[in-house]
């Protein structure tokens, strides 16, 4: 069964740093493109982030380019955003997603992870 | 960017009823669209790839068709655990952007 599982959210002031993390579970995390995918509350869908499999190639909106980093450890199979310099904008529940091999979709979701940017 | 224009914003209907979901995209997409339903408190789940194609599991009264700019998502005798909210997706280009949504609801 696949499994992903997010951490590392909560409460953080503008201006300040924080580390997501996503625990990969129930496939080989390494043939996998993996995303962010965040929700404001009561708001729809934005794609955050993209990693190709080997952690190579990254892609990213322009309204998180520069202060957001995703990464990955494929030995680990776990997943990773890096978020600095965060603004109110950013309050949102961040989804773990896998991206399925013959189609760009997302074909799995984690859980989701809470993060509130303020003061 | 590639705009989504989702429509309805909401929708209610009854059990057994036909819905049908409309997305409309800025340019031509050739196909490069999903559908997500995402329930109350839950995360998204992916019902339909490449415009037209079921995912694994997904009931056979959710169907997707279109083509172009113009796509649409249709649920066959609607049932009540198909209460949620959709949107689609496009992933023929970066940046990918989503639809603003549907909410259905049961009348």
């Known amino acids: 069964e696949v499994q992903l599982v997010e951490s590392g959210g909560g409460l953080v002031q503008p201006g300040r740093s924080l580390k997501l993390s996503c625990a990969a579970s129930?496939?080989?995390?390494?043939?996998?493109?993996m995303a962010w995918v965040r929700q404001a509350p009561k708001k729809g869908l934005e794609w955050v982030a993209t990693i190709s499999t080997s952690g190579s190639r990254t892609y990213y909106p322009d309204s998180v380019k520069g202060r957001f980093t995703i990464s990955r450890d494929n030995a680990k199979s776990s997943l990773y955003l890096q978020m600095n310099s965060l603004k109110s904008e950013d309050t949102a529940t961040y989804y773990c997603?896998?991206?399925?091999?013959?189609?760009?979709?997302?074909?799995?979701w984690g859980q989701g992870v809470m993060v509130t940017v303020s003061s | 960017d590639i705009q989504m224009t989702q429509s309805p914003a909401s929708l209610s209907a009854s059990l057994g009823e036909t819905v049908t979901i409309e997305c409309r995209a800025s340019?031509?997409?050739?196909?490069?669209l999903a559908w997500y339903q995402q329930k109350p408190g839950k995360s998204p789940q992916l019902l339909i790839y490449?415009?037209?194609s079921l995912h694994t599991g997904v009931p056979s009264r959710f169907s997707g068709s279109g083509s172009g700019t113009q796509y649409s998502l249709k649920i066959n005798s609607l049932q009540s655990e198909d209460v949620a909210s959709y949107f689609c997706q496009q992933y023929y280009d970066y940046p990918w952007t989503f639809g603003g949504g549907t909410k259905l609801e049961l009348k």
């Open positions: 997603a896998r991206l399925g091999i013959t189609i760009a979709a997302f074909d799995y």
């Open positions: 129930g496939f080989t995390f390494s043939n996998y493109y």
């Open positions: 490449n415009a037209n």
């Open positions: 340019e031509d997409i050739y196909n490069g």
